[in-house]
């Protein structure tokens, strides 16, 4: 339990890592409009050579691509083989009597396989080159105007910082509470299911029982240590926008060009 | 039931970058009936030692037999349920583990799940209540009512219920005042002598230490330190301050005695009586010269 | 001395259908004094810790901090400045995610410019000797080490007050140690005042001044040599006499007469042995 690793963060110190927050939840949110540019071959093999440079540039382990890959394989699978068989444009491929499959629909297929391939990369690029106390940072600015509008963002905010800072806590006092109901005889992990269902109570109540309870201290403690809402408070996080961000920018706006010029 | 542990060795997270060596040659024997303290600094594996007792944890490599019971690395048993209930552990802050809505039922967790017959569980919660100093009619209130040091005496209360014939107690005293300290000790005391529990305590106290021990043992870095009757442990208290760990006061006082009035004192001394004789024979050998 | 505290006559109950936790106390904490408040638990002691910083307020009475009523809503904050509490659970406290986060914390809540953050945190973590550990995670910090950081987050609003409410009683003896020392060496060298909650009369013994608590009265007050006086009634109210003290107790009975109380040990023995030259 002492090396819970919270959402995939993985440290590392390459240009995607020390990139501000804010930079990289813009790109990943302009990616998701302007991937819809693509309609073409070449478009798509520039969305795929710019998600392929940023996870080089990222240096992580492929592993960690693949394994935020993996949940979401066979929903690209099924998209790709529900458009082949279904979109009936361009010459004909195969002919199996019942099945028929066109060449604008394999192509059809691909795209938006790739597509999805390509969201889930960069979004997965950016939550494992960010830690989620700088997402939820990075959240806080971007959204701050809409304070104005009467949007809880610093509670928002709060909420996750403090989700974050319990969450070991909290699977440690999990362990802490099976182990002492399995001495009393539970079973969680092996016998009838009907057994292993009825365990989850002696587990549940004692776990929101204790999670009240530091609620109750810990508001107690904010509140004491001057803790009145998020008027006229400062912040110790300082998010730095760079030369780097705004290299990211150009990048990007290079990127909407060529998808502009190139789509057909 | 007798313990025998055989080279034990414990990882956390074995097979993973993160691998930790907890517990490693750990030799120990601890015959049925005796009470056996474990003393060490937070980190020193004690907790982890104790987990194995009852299958909570399994040993990366080694042999623990209780009974006839015996778990040894990489081999899977099947009997663990039934071990459990032979082997009772009232954990640090045991009243996180109450769940119930009534006192009686949470106390009857433990022996329904290892199949008393609920009359049998009832007649004991009635009995035990008492025993750790609530009444009956306690029994039919809510767990959550109690206040802290209560609520302690019922999850206690609980763990008893299960008649276990060994005993560990994982700091059972861990945030109580002075009195509550000295009733609850009391109760695992007596239920040592009058039953014959075996009684494996893990404290920080080095005055419950020497109180109630027949052996101590000292856990520093996963391994043991220092082993022996509390006599043996507290008579060379440098070996102790090389720990980092304490002398137990009495034990301090008597040194401290014999160092002034240059005397030599007995040195089995742990309860107050007799650090107050030691104190009357230093002077009262004064009045002799 | 200047009195930074004054509580007259407060009474207080949770709830209007429940019995009061506190009749009519009285008490006032001075400047640069280690001040013990001592009773069992449920003695009302925690309840009065929470008074002195404006958690809670008096139902009757006033609790006065440097001249500020807890009762006007806008001294409030003033009172919460400058009375600090260091809670009993070292977890529940701890708001950050790393250390630099939660000694922010306060001064991100007065609005302080971050540069002045920056360096009142270095140092305040110095203070307490966690300038190693600024990046850590609390999961990865010992009990101890959580109460430090917890007094670092204090420190750095500059108080003039920092109450311990058994901030001890759930660490082992080496985390115990720490918090003790580390609050000795502000109050000594940074003249701070302590009010420690706790039910150790060992730790009391140290103390400048004692307040003995019991069912939400104030039974006695004094130095810890006069109050350890009446060990009898402290025994009552299930406190533990030091070990020093009931040595010399038994000793007393059996008609042995001591100059003084001996809070220590040392002392003890130096007692035994004039009184040995004596006979």
Not at chain 1, 137 to 152: A, N, R
Not at chain 2, 147 to 165: C, D, E, F, T, Y
């Amino acid at each position: 339990m002492q090396n819970i690793i919270i959402g995939q963060y993985v440290p590392g110190q390459s240009f995607i890592h020390k990139l501000d927050p804010r930079a990289k939840l813009l790109t990943a949110f302009l990616f998701v409009i302007i991937v819809f540019l693509a309609n073409n071959w070449i478009t798509y093999a520039l969305f795929g050579a710019f998600t392929l440079l940023a996870i080089f540039v990222s240096k992580l382990p492929l592993r960690y691509i693949y394994n935020g890959l993996k949940p979401i394989l066979l929903v690209i699978i099924l998209t790709f083989l529900l458009h082949v068989f279904l979109t009936k444009e361009g010459p004909l491929l195969l002919d199996w009597g019942f099945l028929k499959v066109y060449e604008g629909g394999v192509e059809q297929g691909i795209f938006i396989s790739l597509r999805l391939l390509f969201l889930i990369m960069i979004t997965s690029l950016l939550t494992l080159t960010t830690t989620p106390i700088d997402i939820t940072v990075g959240i806080e600015t971007l959204l701050g105007p809409m304070k104005k509008i009467g949007l809880p963002v610093h509670e928002f905010a709060l909420m996750m910082s403090i989700a974050l800072r319990f969450i070991p806590t909290l699977l440690e006092e999990t362990e802490k509470i099976m182990k002492a109901q399995s001495a009393r005889g539970a079973q969680f992990s092996s016998g009838p299911m009907k057994e292993r269902l009825k365990s989850i109570v002696p587990l549940l109540v004692p776990l929101f029982v204790s999670a009240f309870k530091r609620a109750e201290d810990l508001a107690m403690a904010m509140e004491a240590r001057g803790y009145r809402g998020g008027e006229g408070r400062t912040s110790i996080r300082l998010l730095k926008w760079s030369g780097k961000d705004t290299t990211l920018f150009v990048i990007l706006l290079l990127l909407c060009v060529s998808l502009l010029l190139l789509r057909s | 039931m007798d313990i025998t542990i055989k080279d034990l060795e414990h990882s956390y997270s074995k097979g993973t970058p993160f691998e930790r060596k907890a517990l490693s040659n750990i030799n120990l024997s601890i015959p049925s009936g005796t009470f056996q303290t474990i003393i060490g600094h937070t980190g020193s594996g004690k907790s982890t030692l104790i987990q194995h007792l009852n299958g909570l944890l399994k040993p990366t490599q080694g042999s623990i037999e209780i009974g006839d019971f015996k778990i040894q690395a990489g081999v899977k048993e099947k009997r663990l349920k039934a071990l459990r209930k032979h082997v009772g552990i009232v954990f640090q802050y045991p009243e996180h583990q109450l769940f119930e809505e009534t006192i009686e039922k949470d106390i009857l967790f433990g022996p329904l799940n290892f199949g008393v017959p609920e009359d049998e569980a009832k007649k004991r919660a009635a009995k035990l209540i008492q025993q750790v100093g609530l009444d009956e009619s306690y029994l039919s209130r809510s767990p959550f009512d109690l206040s802290g040091g209560q609520m302690r005496r019922v999850a206690i209360a609980g763990v008893l219920a299960m008649k276990p014939s060994i005993l560990i107690l994982d700091e059972p005293t861990a945030g109580l005042d002075p009195r509550g300290r000295r009733e609850i000790m009391d109760l695992f005391y007596r239920l040592h002598q009058e039953e014959g529990l075996t009684t494996i305590l893990v404290t920080h106290s080095m005055e419950d230490a020497a109180r109630f021990s027949d052996d101590i043992l000292i856990m520093e870095k996963g391994g043991i330190a220092l082993q022996g009757k509390p006599e043996t442990i507290f008579s060379n208290p440098h070996s102790l301050k090389k720990l980092s760990l304490d002398v137990p006061e009495t034990v301090q006082f008597i040194h401290r005695l014999e160092e002034r009035f240059n005397k030599n004192l007995p040195h089995s001394v742990f309860t107050l009586e007799a650090a107050v004789d030691a104190a009357l024979s230093v002077l009262q050998k004064g009045e002799d010269s | 001395m200047e009195e930074l505290i004054t509580v007259q006559d407060v009474s207080f109950r949770y709830q209007e259908d429940q019995p009061h936790v506190l009749h009519g106390v009285s008490l006032s904490v001075y400047k640069g004094e280690w001040l013990a408040i001592v009773g069992h638990n449920g003695s009302g002691k925690s309840t009065l810790a929470k008074l002195l910083n404006g958690l809670q307020l008096p139902e009757k009475g006033d609790v006065l901090v440097e001249g500020y009523n807890s009762r006007d809503e806008e001294s409030i904050w003033e009172i919460r400045r400058r009375v600090g509490i260091v809670f009993q659970n070292p977890d529940n406290q701890f708001v950050g995610t790393s250390v630099r986060d939660d000694v922010a914390f306060g001064l991100e809540n007065s609005g302080m410019a971050r540069e002045l953050m920056l360096e009142r945190i270095n140092e305040s973590v110095q203070k307490v000797r966690m300038e190693d550990y600024l990046d850590q995670e609390p999961h990865r910090l010992s009990g101890g080490q959580k109460q430090r950081v917890a007094i670092a987050g204090i420190i750095a609003l500059r108080p003039s007050i920092v109450i311990l409410d058994e901030a001890t009683s759930m660490l082992d003896p080496a985390g115990r140690k720490e918090v003790i020392q580390t609050m000795r060496k502000l109050k000594e060298e940074e003249g701070m005042t302590v009010i420690s909650i706790t039910h150790d009369l060992e730790e009391a013994a140290q103390a400048d001044r004692l307040v003995v608590m019991n069912a939400g009265e104030v039974i006695d007050e004094g130095l810890p040599a006069e109050v350890f006086k009446k060990g009898d009634m402290l025994e009552q109210i299930g406190l533990d006499l030091p070990f020093p003290l009931q040595v010399q107790r038994a000793l007393s009975e059996r008609g042995y007469d001591f100059s003084r109380l001996t809070l220590s040990q040392k002392e003890l023995v130096n007692e035994l042995w004039t009184l040995q030259s004596k006979i």
